[in-house]
């Protein structure tokens, strides 16, 4: 083993920095605060064949409680900043290890707008855009200019414009080649503020008021979000748990005949995304469904939660019993949105 690096913790327990709360412990642990110090602990891992991984807050993660045997990178790189100001549009840059919603406060603070209907989402700027981040009618994506980053390869800076990124629903070019690791974003953001209010639920909550401002939207968003989702800092989750699945429209129709109501979205030519959470909800009746520490969420059932103390294998088996009764009765594999280690 190369000197251990100043600044690595050894044998720190994973669950104190994911919102599941599972995992065992990380030989290593270390949390970087500069791009320099970055590559330092990135070389020393390449040096010692370490396994390592990266995470953000922790927000969208299912940690084994077995020990991980390698290096455990929190990025915490913070920093954020109006680049430019254009005639429609200003880029602003964040810092991977910055909290999005404090890039959602400045953007506020320096009158722009267009990702303020991602409020309330516990990640960080990086994570952001390797979970392509979407919440009400938006995804990160669509404001994404550019991304900077280290590619472990030769440890040299690269910088992807938004094509290069490769972006698709929950999928680019970061979730597939993860030896690319975020340290800056930059984002086009509007300079003159419209509201967003396609998403079916603000668009009832301001049924009387057609132009709300954008601090009235944050509020909205806030108040949906309380009376839908549970409050990570109580109870374990890692927001929605499986991804929307995509299938054909044939398949579609033929499967879901009896339901007429269900709301279905385009995705690709000939394909539809469903909302596997209305499947779950309505169709299957599955919200608060529980065994155990593990249960669905009360209010909606594509979140599971941690009652307190389960284990990675009690939520491993809880999420394999609701694929298999999606299987059963639809035949569509689900997929997890969560990222396990
Ligand atoms: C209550 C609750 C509500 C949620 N609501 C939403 C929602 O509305 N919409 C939504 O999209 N998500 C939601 N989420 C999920 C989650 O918050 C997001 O996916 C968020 O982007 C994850 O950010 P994080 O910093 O916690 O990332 P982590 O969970 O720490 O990491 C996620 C992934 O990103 C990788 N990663 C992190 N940082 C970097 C980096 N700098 N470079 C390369 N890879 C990196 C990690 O290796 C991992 O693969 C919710 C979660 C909870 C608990």
């Not at 390797?130 to 990160?140: F, I, M, S």
Request: charged share 30%; aromatic share 12%.
């Amino acid at each position: 083993m190369k000197k251990i690096i100043t600044g690595i913790k050894q044998n720190i327990k994973l669950s104190n920095f994911n919102t599941f709360r599972t995992g065992g412990k990380a030989r290593f642990f270390y949390e970087a605060k500069s791009e320099d110090s970055l590559v330092k602990v990135l070389k020393f891992a390449k040096e010692n064949k370490l396994k390592f991984f990266i995470i953000g807050n922790g927000s969208n993660l299912l940690i084994n409680d077995e020990d991980f045997p390698g290096l455990v990178i929190r990025m915490l790189i913070k920093g954020k900043k109006v680049e430019s100001k254009r005639e429609k549009n200003s880029v602003v840059s964040a810092f991977a290890g910055e909290s999005f919603d404090n890039l959602i406060l400045f953007v506020i603070k320096h009158n722009l707008s267009g990702i303020e209907n991602l409020w309330n989402i516990p990640g960080t700027v990086g994570a952001a855009v390797v979970q392509n981040l979407g919440a009400y009618g938006v995804e990160v994506d669509d404001f994404v200019e550019s991304v900077e980053g280290v590619d472990i390869n030769n440890f040299k800076k690269f910088v992807f414009n938004r094509k290069d990124c490769d972006f698709a629903y929950r999928d680019n070019i970061f979730k597939r080649n993860k030896k690319l690791i975020i340290t800056k974003v930059f984002f086009k953001l509007n300079n003159n503020f419209s509201p967003n209010l396609k998403y079916e639920s603000l668009k009832r909550y301001f049924l009387d008021k057609k132009t709300p401002d954008i601090k009235e939207v944050i509020k909205a968003i806030t108040e949906i979000r309380k009376a839908g989702l549970p409050d990570w800092r109580v109870i374990g989750s890692a927001g929605s748990f499986f991804k929307n699945p995509v299938i054909t429209k044939e398949k579609c129709n033929e499967l879901f005949a009896d339901y007429p109501n269900m709301p279905k979205y385009e995705a690709k030519p000939g394909y539809v995304k469903i909302p596997i959470g209305f499947v779950l909800d309505k169709i299957l009746g599955l919200k608060g469904y529980r065994e155990g520490k593990v249960g669905t969420f009360e209010k909606q059932s594509l979140i599971i939660v941690n009652h307190g103390g389960a284990t990675y294998s009690e939520i491993d088996s809880f999420a394999k019993k609701i694929e298999k009764i999606v299987f059963n009765k639809f035949k569509i594999k689900i997929e997890r949105e969560v990222v396990e280690i």
